[in-house]
């Protein structure tokens, strides 16, 4: 089964930090460039941060820049978001994404996962 | 980065009624690359259209996009009762991919 599972959301403090995983299957997850996409509660959709298929091209929002790093290991058929300098307005659900075959980095999304929470509070 | 304005921010039909949600992007949309999801509450987002018109793997017929440039529109012909939900409107044409606010159809 084709599938995205997040793990590693919780409770942070402001300043603090944070990874998150997302393990994929189902398909052959190093020709695909990945997604992070983070929902505040009772917001709307951001896109935060894409890799490509290999991992040596990263991109980010402006709002995380400097402060979250994204990475994969296709070994493991995993994605990551490490996630530092936490403050309370980056308290969101926070999906994995995956575009269509011939997508890219800055694509729609066919696959989602099911999203871990991440709350920043003190 | 373009911004995505979708209207209206609730729509209360019945079901049986036919559901049209507008999208607007504050620049033309290259190569009408705007997709449409749909999310229900405690739920990821699920893909329904893409390259404006073309209706993901699965989706019913009664969902159809259409529009170009700035204006996109997702009609929904006839609402079923799993039909109520949360629509958003992706555009991924220029970087960064950006969403719209969202559309809540609800059951009136």
């Known amino acids: 089964e084709v599938q995205l599972l997040e793990s590693g959301g919780g409770l942070v403090q402001p300043g603090g930090s944070l990874r998150l995983s997302c393990a994929a299957s189902?398909?052959?997850?190093?020709?695909?460039?990945m997604s992070w996409v983070r929902q505040a509660p009772g917001k709307g959709l951001e896109w935060v941060s894409a890799?490509?298929?290999?991992?040596?091209?990263?991109y980010y929002a402006d709002s995380v820049k400097g402060r979250f790093t994204i990475s994969r290991d296709n070994s493991k058929n995993t994605l990551y978001l490490q996630m530092n300098s936490l403050r309370a307005e980056d308290t969101a659900v926070y999906y994995c994404?995956?575009?269509?075959?011939?997508?890219?980095?800055?694509?729609?999304?066919?696959?989602w996962g099911r999203g871990t929470l991440v709350t920043v509070s003190s | 980065e373009i911004v995505l304005t979708q209207s209206p921010g609730t729509l209360s039909l019945s079901p049986g009624e036919r559901a049209t949600l507008s999208c607007r992007a504050s620049?033309?949309?290259?190569?009408?690359?705007l997709a449409w999801y749909q999310q229900k509450p405690g739920q990821a987002p699920r893909l329904l259209i893409y390259?404006?018109?073309s209706r993901a793997t699965g989706i019913p017929d009664r969902f159809s996009g259409s529009g170009s440039g700035t204006d996109f529109t997702l009609t929904i012909s006839r609402l079923e009762p799993e039909d109520f939900a949360v629509y958003y409107c992706?555009?991924?044409?220029?970087?960064?991919?950006?969403f719209g606010q969202g559309t809540k159809v609800e059951i009136k």
């Open positions: 994404a995956k575009p269509p075959p011939y997508g890219d980095f800055n694509w729609y999304f066919d696959l």
């Open positions: 189902g398909f052959t997850f190093s020709s695909y460039a």
């Open positions: 890799i490509s298929g290999s991992g040596g091209s990263t």
């Open positions: 620049q033309s949309v290259s190569s009408s690359y």
């Open positions: 390259g404006a018109s």
């Open positions: 992706q555009q991924y044409g220029s970087s960064p991919t950006t």
